[in-house]
């Protein structure tokens, strides 16, 4: 299997997740019209099937550890079940959060959720697997944690009429971040266990859990939305044109690559679980890229808007930075 041998490689994959995870939810917004739900089960669909590819290419040469499939075969169920446990918490936690931002607004859920997240899934992992400079780690996640809030303030000052901020959109944006910190340490502890496994089958155990899980907690949410929105009817799956499902699929496909680019850097020497996760979750930066520079959803934005989109940008580099070098030092 491909794992990387220096650490300017393990570095580039972190930043290959960071630029995965940050631009997967651009194919939701081919899909106008099409509730999240209904695109939520071609994405879950799109994950498995990067798994699957990713592990029969990447995963299957090279002279490192064992090939993908002998990975699979040999690996203990413990270590199986772990992994798809963190695919399970990784999923409700997405499925929240997405909520989240329907309920109370991207400028609460953003800086509650993901800034929840960063700061759990960096302590935590560490804990799990400590690597790293701990105060170039944890400063430069403060940092970073710092810039998402200033991302929020300035969606927040971009709307001429803030949405009114609701008890059950922070609960649901605390319980989202709680869970999506939580996922990766779940990840790590698999990778920990026994003989190793490699990233690469425990990127295809962690999607399995996140195609099961899909279908009992994307049913409830159909008929349940948390947003306040009427039910989602099952028929208008089918009725989708086929580019919508394509988009789903390839958003699937999208997060997918970045968190195997996270999974393999995660196992290289001096980095660790809480680096690679701390950089990844800048993805977070990485859609606000999107939005202001290609989606142009700050044009004619205030002043302040801007100069809050500068520091959040100041910020995340030097967050970035300090994660960064936390290795090194």
Not at 5 to 34: D, H, R, V
Not at 302 to 313: E, G, K, V
Request: glycine share 12%; proline share 5%.
């Amino acid at each position: 299997m491909f794992l990387p041998e220096t650490y300017q490689a393990a570095l580039s994959l972190m930043i290959l997740s960071m630029l995965c995870w940050g631009s997967w939810a651009n194919t939701l917004k081919l899909c106008p019209g099409f509730r999240f739900q209904l695109f939520y089960w071609d994405y879950a669909i799109g994950l498995a099937l990067g798994a699957v590819f990713l592990g029969i290419t990447a995963g299957s040469f090279g002279h490192a550890g064992l090939p993908f499939i002998s990975a699979i075969a040999r690996s203990l169920p413990s270590t199986a079940m772990w992994a798809a446990a963190g695919g399970v918490v990784f999923n409700i936690a997405n499925l929240l959060l997405v909520a989240a931002i329907d309920v109370a607004g991207l400028a609460v859920a953003f800086p509650v959720g993901i800034g929840l997240a960063l700061v759990v899934g960096a302590v935590s992992s560490y804990l799990v697997s400590p690597a790293g400079n701990p105060l170039l780690l944890f400063g430069g996640v403060a940092l970073v944690a710092v810039a998402i809030v200033l991302d929020a303030a300035a969606y927040r000052k971009r709307e001429a009429s803030g949405r009114a901020t609701t008890t059950r959109g922070i609960v649901l944006s605390l319980v989202a971040g709680l869970l999506m910190g939580s996922f990766y340490p779940l990840v790590a502890h698999a990778m920990n266990l026994g003989p190793p496994t490699g990233p690469y089958a425990i990127a295809f155990f962690f999607a399995i859990g996140v195609l099961l899980s899909t279908i009992p907690a994307n049913l409830i949410l159909m008929r349940r939305p948390l947003d306040g929105k009427p039910p989602v009817q099952g028929g208008e799956y089918t009725c989708a044109p086929l580019g919508w499902h394509m988009a789903g699929i390839l958003g699937g496909a999208i997060w997918c690559m970045g968190a195997v680019a996270n999974f393999v850097a995660s196992g290289a020497h001096l980095v660790g679980p809480a680096v690679s996760y701390s950089i990844g979750q800048g993805a977070t930066m990485i859609s606000a890229c999107w939005g202001v520079f290609v989606w142009h959803e700050f044009a004619g934005a205030s002043r302040m808007a801007r100069l809050l989109l500068a520091l959040m940008f100041l910020f995340f580099v030097l967050g970035l930075g300090a994660v960064a070098l936390a290795p090194l030092f």
